[in-house]
């Protein structure tokens, strides 16, 4: 919740990104509820693009992680996508 409050402060509407993502923004009251890491990933990539700001997650982590966060998807690739057959 923490970071989508800090989103919405940037002048992001999570609301309507949550609805464009397919997640339910109510879904942030519950402390059980969990996200799954690709609708996670396509937030950032929203959230940068409307943003335009490519930082927009460097309050967030740290720079070596960053570097993880923004290249997820080749990251999980190449260690899971043999899996897919």
Not at 3 to 27: N, P
């Amino acid at each position: 919740m923490g970071i989508v409050k800090a989103l919405e402060m940037d002048g992001l509407d999570c609301r309507a990104l949550f609805k464009q993502i397919g997640l339910d923004y109510a879904a942030l009251d519950d402390p059980d509820a969990r996200f799954p890491q690709d609708s996670m990933t396509r937030l950032w990539q929203r959230a940068v693009e409307q943003s335009g700001n490519p930082a927009i997650l460097k309050p967030f982590v740290s720079p070596e992680n960053l570097w993880m966060v923004e290249k997820h998807v080749i990251f999980q690739g190449y260690y899971f996508f043999h899996h897919l057959g």
